[in-house]
């Protein structure tokens, strides 16, 4: 099932979502087109390893320079591959725009960030040796989902089923899709503990350290303004 659109409305031009897209797009067809070299070093310095924090003997042999956590927030605008960047940006686009609606421009900057920087600071928590990067927006954006899960909780979703590429749409409220999806990011958070000693070739823990962080502190951001 693969979410078209929503239906709740939104008042505001998404300006903020607008360039977090722009960002993202520009900073992948540049790094995707530049040399290996330029590529690796690019996506080692400014994605996330937790090992980079958790091992400084290791972080000093690799040649990681001090940057004060700053790939906390960097790895949110790099994205690994042509279907990473696609699925991210098409759920940034379809949920992130209410979210911004409801809070403004730079509160929603402030959120987005710290929901990112939260969900960052999870998978390191959880994944401490890792010596690969974590790269990607999906962290911050499950962030938007949790404040969106219950702001527009019985808002449709637009949901096209792909049985033979057959026009097939459905709707669902946001509460079971978002829900669904939380289900389906926990069942494979826990057999990624059970049987794989809590690797996964996904950020599972930025997807739930996010949403946590989005419904645990949207209410801070919202306006006070907003038309009911």
């Known amino acids: 099932m693969i979410p078209i659109r929503d239906t709740a409305p939104c008042y505001t031009k998404p300006y903020v979502t607008w360039a977090i897209m722009f960002i993202c797009i520009s900073l992948f067809l540049f790094i995707e087109f530049s040399p290996d ?61 209410n979210i911004e609606d409801r809070m403004g421009h730079w509160r929603f900057v402030a959120f987005y960030l710290l929901c990112g920087f939260v969900a960052s600071g999870i998978q390191c928590l959880y994944t401490p040796e890792l010596v690969v990067p974590v790269v990607g927006a999906s962290g911050a954006i499950a962030g938007v989902l949790g404040a969106y899960f219950f702001l527009y909780p019985y808002a449709k979703i637009v949901l096209w089923i792909p049985i033979l590429f057959l026009p097939i749409f459905v709707e669902v409220p946001a509460i079971a899709f978002i829900g669904v999806w939380v289900i389906f990011q926990m069942a494979k958070a826990t057999t990624a503990i059970m049987f794989y000693e809590g690797a996964s070739d996904v950020a599972l823990w930025a997807h739930l350290g996010g949403f946590i962080a989005g419904f645990l502190f949207f209410r801070f951001f919202l306006r006070k303004d907003y038309p009911a």
Request: aromatic share 24%.
């Open 37 to 97: 070299q330029f590529h690796h070093y690019v996506i080692y310095i400014f994605g996330m390893v937790p090992a980079r924090y958790t091992n400084p003997e290791w972080a000093h042999a690799m040649g990681y320079p001090i940057d004060y956590h700053l790939s906390f927030i960097t790895n949110l605008f790099i994205h690994g591959g042509w279907l990473h960047l696609i699925m991210n940006m098409w759920f940034l686009w379809i949920f992130a725009d």
